[in-house]
């Protein structure tokens, strides 16, 4: 009996003393290393129309108080998310902030996530100190009005898993400082002034599922390298100065859906496997890539404004070099194709009665080219459909042609 006492008296000491712990460790304060640097943070914003900072006070404890702040069990903190465009149940609110990046903010040495995405008037240059943040796994520094180069020490944050500077004024060449980030599977640096080339060390990026590189000044040619990034769901490398040809390598990226090169400067043969693609206002020599047919989950293809300098009578760009409808046949799930925009290139021939197995287009535009023959019914119930600026009939007229034609000639051979 006194043997079952002491059990039951060492199980509750256990269980209170267990209890004290998560008691203590739920109403852990704020770290006073971390209350400094956020408020060193806010003595930078010299203004807060919306109020983003108004509860970032010395009167009040910043884990549970401040908004916009979180932290772990033992007070530092883990989340800092002061975003300029932010929604509620019933509200969207629009707002801004003026101001510098505070280096202080590098003496979160827990910080997992920095997001200040949306604010405008975020300005000066990201502080190299910011690389010091090891455990960051997602940064946010968006659609602000940041300058200067992205910090050589970013490389440090081998954690890091999102990186958006999307939209703010960086300078500089295209980083080479991203080979050491495995982790990462998000890369935007769209619409900013980055300039030089693409570096061979993209290929380090092996997590990588979307980069977006777009609206820069980029120049030179893509990388082979870039088709090592196997897991690539999503490249966008619109809108700059690329030259060259488009790398074969590009076509190991399976899982590639969206591929935009347009508004480049691309020269040369265009790849034989690419299956998702925006090319549009470009200089590209060659064909249409036969090999388009062969994936099955193209959604909207776009080659509008393709240059064929290479053949002055654009026979190489063909219908069946462009789908494969003949060689791949039923291998294909043809279905999945909904858009496809062919406009404004010198496309001839024919429509072939192959394009039937289309049957989930909603839109279908041919206008402006070359094409002659008739409209495939199937085609012309499509409700997006053009085929203005071309020598195309009905398919019903089409019988009437060759009746009159064949009357035409017995009449002159008579």
């Given at each position: ?191 900013n002034s980055l300039s030089s080339n693409i570096p061979e060390t993209i290929g380090g990026l092996v997590s ?44 190991r990226l399976s899982k590639l859906n969206t591929l935009d090169l347009s508004q480049n400067n691309h020269i ?147």
């Amino acid at each position: 009996m006194e043997a079952f006492s002491n059990t039951a008296s060492l199980f509750l000491f256990i269980f209170l003393f267990l209890s004290f712990l998560s008691s203590s460790s739920s109403n852990a304060t704020c770290n006073p290393i971390d209350r400094a640097a956020l408020l060193h943070f806010k003595s930078k914003i010299t203004h807060d129309p919306s109020n983003l900072l108004r509860t970032w006070n010395y009167s009040t404890d910043c884990c549970t108080k401040w908004e916009g702040v979180a932290c772990n069990s033992v007070g530092r903190v883990v989340n800092v998310s002061r975003l300029g465009l932010f929604s509620g149940d019933d509200f969207i609110t629009d707002t801004s902030m003026t101001g510098t990046l505070s280096s202080s903010l590098a003496n979160l040495s827990s910080l997992q996530i920095l997001n200040l995405s949306n604010l405008k008037d975020l300005s000066g240059p990201i502080p190299p100190q910011l690389g010091s943040l090891i455990n960051l796994t997602h940064l946010y520094l968006d659609s602000n009005a940041l300058t200067g180069q992205i910090p050589s020490t970013f490389q440090n944050l081998i954690h890091l898993e999102k990186l958006r500077l999307n939209s703010d004024r960086l300078l500089g060449v295209t980083p080479s400082i991203f080979q050491s980030l495995a982790s990462l599977s998000e890369l935007g640096l769209s619409r900013n002034s980055l300039s030089s080339n693409i570096p061979e060390t993209i290929g380090g990026l092996v997590s990588l599922d979307k980069l977006d590189l777009s609206a820069n000044k980029i120049i030179r040619n893509i990388p082979s390298a870039i088709g090592e990034l196997n897991k690539l769901t999503s490249l966008d490398l619109s809108n700059n100065q690329i030259t060259g040809s488009i790398p074969p390598s590009i076509g190991r990226l399976s899982k590639l859906n969206t591929l935009d090169l347009s508004q480049n400067n691309h020269i040369g043969n265009s790849p034989t496997s690419i299956a998702y693609f925006k090319i549009s206002e470009n200089s590209l020599t060659g064909g249409i890539p036969p090999s388009i047919g062969q994936l099955t989950t193209i959604q909207r293809p776009f080659v509008s404004h393709w240059v064929n300098g290479s053949q002055s009578t654009y026979r190489g760009i063909s219908w069946r070099g462009l789908l494969r409808f003949d060689d791949v046949g039923d291998r294909v799930a043809m279905d999945s194709i909904k858009h496809l925009v062919l406009s404004h290139n010198q496309i001839g021939g024919r429509i072939p009665e192959s394009v039937m197995k289309l049957k989930n287009l909603v839109q279908f535009d041919v206008s402006e080219n070359r094409l002659s023959g008739c409209i495939p019914e199937h085609i012309v119930s499509i409700p997006a459909a053009n085929f203005r600026g071309n020598q195309l009939i009905m398919g019903w007229v089409e019988p009437l042609f060759l009746l009159a034609n064949t009357l035409a000639r017995k009449i002159e051979n008579d």
